[in-house]
């Protein structure tokens, strides 16, 4: 047995955390991941977020995560889920920041109601501004083209923090806000979640001046698909810059990789339980969508495109 291999072992019984400091970076030779924290002052909390960078040189744009309820790690990684839409920024040239929302409160899964779940809706529009405050404070970041993205609660929570009522925009608010916005599958996506009393803004009012995609699927038991898709027609109606389209026959979680359609009856409440699984369509789909929502923010004028829903 090789010097390399006695040493990996003996390291991987007496420091795991070696191990998975090698794993890193075997996994990614060109941009290593980077386990960074930063302040979210409106709420008194220290973040903790995954930095991934590009290769190349000069300022690049960047992508800020947003996690379901779940939580964003799973066995001490990053969920394949945004391991996989992290590598496809990267490839798209941007840097990436994951944030994780839960661990950074102590929290596990916020998927059931409770305490937690209530904290993480209140406070996570914020963490999205961290997120922002943080990578705009970075020399090799180009503060004027970063998005956000958030998938299952964090898409909601992306919906919270974009509105021009915004429960999570600092006052004074960026000189640079978001450039564009993505949500997968958005909870709080209805006119009712959006409006009192679960927010402080009267019925069928939001609005955004920030260009967003949103991406459903149409047999989606958890964020169903009919009401979000109202309320999204509403706020194209009242001149939102939005787009969104829905995937015929995709559960929640269509983008993950590689997850047979299944009951997680961890979340069951009474008779009700979420489907997940992947739509491989939709997923290929959807990847081919987000590069070409994002690219545009290189084009001239790109800012107010938006376009119908083209749900199939």
Known sequence: MSIFLRTLRRARVHFPWFMTAVLLVMAFPTSAEELVQFRNAERNLTLAAYLSRPSG???APAVVMLHGCSG?????????????WRDLFLQEGFAVLMVDSASSRGFGQTCTAGEARKRMWAER??????????????????????????????GGVVLLAIGRRSSGRPNPPPVHDFARAVAFYPGACSETLQSRPFVDAPAKSWTTEIPLLVLLGAADNW????????????AQDRGAPVEFHSYTGASHAFDAPA???????????????????????????????VRAFLRAMRAPNSVRNQSRSDAR
């Open 57 to 59: 040189d000069g300022p």
């Open 72 to 84: 964003l790690v799973a066995g001490g990684r990053p969920a394949p889920l945004y391991t996989a």
């Open 259 to 289: 997850t047979p359609t299944r009951v997680v009856e961890a979340y069951r409440e009474g008779t009700w339980a979420p489907v997940i699984g992947t739509s491989e369509e939709a997923r290929a789909d959807a990847y081919d969508r």
């Open 125 to 154: 529009p914020s963490d999205a501004y961290a997120a922002l405050a943080y990578l705009q404070a970075q020399p090799f970041i180009d503060a004027t083209r970063i998005s956000l993205a958030g998938w299952s609660q964090g």
């Open 223 to 234: 964020t169903l698909a009919a009401p979000c898709e109202a309320f999204l027609s509403g």
